[in-house]
């Protein structure tokens, strides 16, 4: 090979120029911010399909736990004669001044101005049937035994509510039930310890105050009995921490964060009072509306509850780039009982900014439709 030949294979033979390397790396770059933005506009439809699916799954289960506790509610406290009186009772281990608590199967807590409501809902968990023991003698004193007709169902810490028409009613802790002597249909609440039927051990009686609460019954009271552990739930929202909280009135419980992502809870009562043309008390609900009942009768028209949450995505969309202002969502929610009023997050965060599910549904209170006479 000569050497004129060599140096033209070695010329072409000697790699890329610098305008080459340059051009490649303009056309890589190219590509690479194509790619990125391709990535970031699926990441960002990924992100809002995830966080619709997150409202909606939220939704369901918020919906779900009220609706099974509205189901229940009433067992053991539907004797028509004493809806609506105001419990009044001690709590041991939180011996201040207690949340209010009514004998009734709900009770909605209407929010101002379009806040979402609060529900509580109240029923027993007795084993066996729950009908009212009456009374059969005059109490001479507040913390004088109960004497009814039949104890059948009671048990050593069992919670009961005495009532009677025109008064409070009261809750105290069965502490003893003599077998014996004159003493067999008596029940005994004294403070102290009861003997737990199943671990046959000593457990205080929390409920049970020294002197009784200077109410006094008499043979035209009834004594109901509403198991060991009756369950008396509080359904409310936290707007800040978008959350449908829980606590329970009778064991002081703390509110508990149950569902993430909840914005809003509005609720109605369904009643059978022979609105719009109906008959009333004919176990057909007529009318719903946010007012509570006042007495005895127009509580056990309460047949159902129409209740929607507002379940909202974990997303916060960005701003339109022109405007500033988000229009995700221009309009607030609705549902069958009217509009449902949004708030901003406590940062100043528009509520246009986020996405949002709707969930209604309509719960028949049975134990209200099955009531006694």
Partial sequence: MSHQTYLGLRKRGGGFSLVE???ALVVGLL???????????????KRTTTGGSDAQQNGGSAL???????????????????LGCAIQYWDELNPGVNPALVLAPVNIDQGASGAPDSITVLFGNSDLLPTPAKFTQNMPSAS???????????????LIVAAEAGKDCTLAQVSNLPATGNQTLNVIHNSGNYTDPITNEQEPTRYNKPGGLSITYTTAGQLFNIGSLPTDNVYSVSVPNSQLMSRAVLTNSANAAIVDGIVQMQAQYGKDDGASGGTANDGIVDSWD????????????????????????????????????CNITTTMPAWIGG??????????TSWQCYRYRTYET????RNMIWKPE
């Fill in 21 to 23: 390397i340059m051009v």
């Fill in 31 to 45: 590509g690479t911010i194509v790619i990125f933005q391709v990535f970031a506009v699926s990441e960002g439809y």
């Fill in 64 to 82: 779900f736990e009220i609706e099974r506790d509205l189901r229940r509610a009433g067992y053991g406290v539907n004797q028509s004669l004493f």
């Fill in 144 to 158: 004088a035994d109960f004497k009814v007709d039949n104890r059948f169902g009671f048990r050593e810490g069992d």
């Fill in 290 to 325: 946010e007012i509570d009942p006042t007495t005895p009768a127009t509580w056990s028209q309460v047949l159902a509850v129409r209740l929607a949450l507002v379940a909202r995505s974990g997303l916060r969309e960005r701003p339109d780039a022109a405007t500033g202002l």
């Fill in 339 to 348: 509009t449902i009023t949004l708030t901003n997050d406590g940062d100043g």
């Fill in 362 to 365: 309509v719960a028949p209170i």
